[in-house]
C-alpha cells in the first residue's frame, strides 16, 4: 500500500481570522468551502505554500455543528513546523500579526538549525526552523 501526506486539518474558533493569520505568514489560499452536514458539517479555508494542491494544504476548519473546541494548551498534541528564511524575523511577524513566542529563536548545532516555538492567536503550536544564525 503507498499512500503521501496530503493535508493537515486545524481545528479553529475562526476561520477567517486564522485565514488573515496563516495568509499573513506566507501561505496562500486554495479554497474556502462550507460542506457536509450534522457532525462533520464544516466552514473551511484551504492554504498552502502554492496557492494550489501541488503542495501540502493545511485546512483551517470549523464544526458549524458542535462547540468550539478548548483553548489549546502548551505543549498541546500537535506542533506545525513551518521552515522559514530567518527565524527572529518570523517571530516579529507573527508577534505583529498577534500570535506570541513560547521559545525566542536559538541555534540547535545538534539539528544544525535555529529554532523556535511560537503560537498562533488561538494559542496553536508553532515550531519555525531556519539557517543557524552567522557563527552558530
Given amino acids: 500500500m503507498s499512500f503521501a ?3 493537515t486539518k486545524l481545528v479553529v474558533r475562526d476561520v477567517p481570522a486564522a485565514e488573515r493569520f496563516y495568509t499573513g505568514l506566507g ?3 486554495v479554497s474556502r468551502n462550507i460542506g457536509g452536514e450534522g457532525d462533520v458539517h ?3 479555508s484551504w492554504l498552502s ?3 494550489d494542491m501541488t503542495s501540502h494544504v493545511l485546512i483551517l476548519t470549523r464544526f458549524v455543528e458542535l462547540p468550539p473546541p ?3 494548551t502548551y505543549p498541546g498534541e500537535i506542533w506545525l513546523c ?3 528564511p530567518d527565524v527572529d524575523e518570523a517571530i516579529a511577524g507573527i508577534e505583529a500579526a498577534g500570535g506570541k513566542t513560547r521559545r525566542a529563536g536559538e541555534d540547535r548545532p545538534e539539528h544544525a538549525v535555529r529554532a523556535a516555538v511560537v503560537t498562533d492567536p488561538e494559542g496553536h503550536v ?3 526552523v531556519g539557517p ?3 557563527g552558530g
Fill in 82 to 84: 513551518f521552515m522559514v
Fill in 126 to 128: 508553532l515550531e519555525l
Fill in 132 to 134: 543557524m544564525k552567522a
Fill in 70 to 72: 478548548p483553548n489549546p
Fill in 27 to 29: 501561505l496562500k489560499l
Fill in 42 to 44: 464544516q466552514e473551511q
Fill in 5 to 7: 501526506m496530503h493535508a
Fill in 49 to 51: 505554500v502554492t496557492g
